[in-house]
């Protein structure tokens, strides 16, 4: 996204982006930087009837930095300890087979179901409890913005914008990356306690409706174009 000085401008979702960006040693690091988190349709992505159960949720290319072996091992261990999971991956990428290996040598492939590449996301979310995203490198992952507008609790990994688009304790549970066990630990709390995956739902869409809005998603764009010379007609 380039404002109309480019490179003397340039326009970035997240914080991470803008990081980049400043240390862009080419010649077309811009003098100038202006975030705009993205929007998400706050109609498409809206709260459905919760289902009395409902499966747990991972979406997200199927890539090594998106490290969905933690979900695998987590799904294992709460397996381990007796506690009944279903959950259901969508995306498609390289890492399928062996993810689908270490799920069977694990014992739990009968627990996870990894279905490729889907177009339903809305209506996956739709019949999800919550959402879980284990990713050790992100930007600002659209997939926990629509969660959030669907009013689904989110678990999800320290990467990227995501302690910044999750109040931990309040619309879900941020985990650092390299704590498994706390991972653990959040996946349980919210499997065994279905009122307050609706309480952090609904806190979850009240934030996306604030802050995720694609009018504001609009305005803040516009606004940066105009702060660089652009006049509207």
Same mark, same amino acid.
């Given at each position: 996204?380039?404002?109309?000085?480019?490179?003397?401008?340039?326009?970035?979702?997240?914080?991470?982006?803008?990081?980049?960006?400043?240390?862009?040693?080419?010649?077309?690091?811009?003098?100038?930087?202006?975030?705009?988190?993205?929007?998400?349709?706050?109609?498409?992505?809206?709260?459905?009837?919760?289902?009395?159960?409902?499966?747990?949720?991972?979406? =997200?290319?199927?890539? !090594?930095?998106?490290?969905?072996?933690? *979900?695998?091992?987590?799904? $294992?261990? @709460? %397996?381990?300890?007796?506690?009944?999971?279903?959950?259901?991956?969508?995306?498609?990428?390289?890492?399928?087979?062996?993810?689908?290996?270490?799920?069977?040598?694990?014992?739990?492939?009968?627990?996870?179901?990894?279905?490729?590449?889907?177009?339903?996301?809305?209506?996956?979310?739709?019949?999800?409890?919550?959402?879980?995203?284990?990713?050790?490198?992100?930007?600002?992952?659209?997939?926990?913005?629509?969660?959030?507008?669907?009013?689904?609790?989110?678990?999800?990994?320290?990467?990227?914008?995501?302690?910044?688009?999750?109040?931990?304790?309040?619309? =879900?549970?941020?985990? !650092?990356?390299?704590?498994?066990?706390? *991972?653990?630990?959040?996946? $349980?709390? @919210? %499997?065994?306690?279905?009122?307050?995956?609706?309480?952090?739902?609904?806190?979850?869409?009240?934030?996306?409706?604030?802050?995720?809005?694609?009018?504001?998603?609009?305005?803040?764009?516009?606004?940066?174009?105009?702060?660089?010379?652009?006049?509207?007609?």
């Amino acid at each position: 996204k380039l404002c109309a000085r480019w490179p003397a401008a340039q326009i970035v979702n997240s914080f991470t982006a803008a990081e980049n960006a400043k240390h862009d040693q080419t010649l077309f690091r811009p003098r100038r930087l202006y975030i705009v988190k993205n929007g998400v349709d706050l109609d498409q992505f809206s709260p459905r009837h919760r289902p009395e159960r409902g499966y747990i949720l991972a979406v =997200g290319s199927l890539f !090594p930095v998106k490290r969905w072996d933690r *979900l695998v091992r987590t799904v $294992a261990a @709460l %397996s381990s300890k007796g506690l009944d999971l279903e959950v259901i991956h969508a995306g498609a990428g390289p890492l399928r087979e062996e993810l689908e290996i270490l799920a069977k040598d694990l014992h739990v492939d009968h627990l996870i179901r990894f279905t490729g590449a889907r177009h339903d996301i809305a209506s996956l979310l739709a019949g999800a409890a919550f959402l879980v995203h284990t990713s050790d490198v992100e930007g600002l992952p659209n997939v926990v913005l629509e969660a959030m507008a669907c009013g689904r609790a989110v678990v999800a990994t320290d990467a990227g914008e995501i302690p910044f688009l999750v109040d931990d304790g309040k619309t =879900g549970f941020v985990v !650092p990356r390299t704590e498994e066990s706390t *991972l653990a630990d959040r996946i $349980a709390t @919210l %499997s065994r306690d279905p009122e307050l995956c609706r309480r952090m739902g609904d806190a979850g869409r009240i934030k996306a409706e604030r802050e995720f809005g694609l009018d504001r998603l609009l305005s803040e764009t516009f606004s940066a174009y105009r702060t660089e010379g652009w006049k509207d007609g």
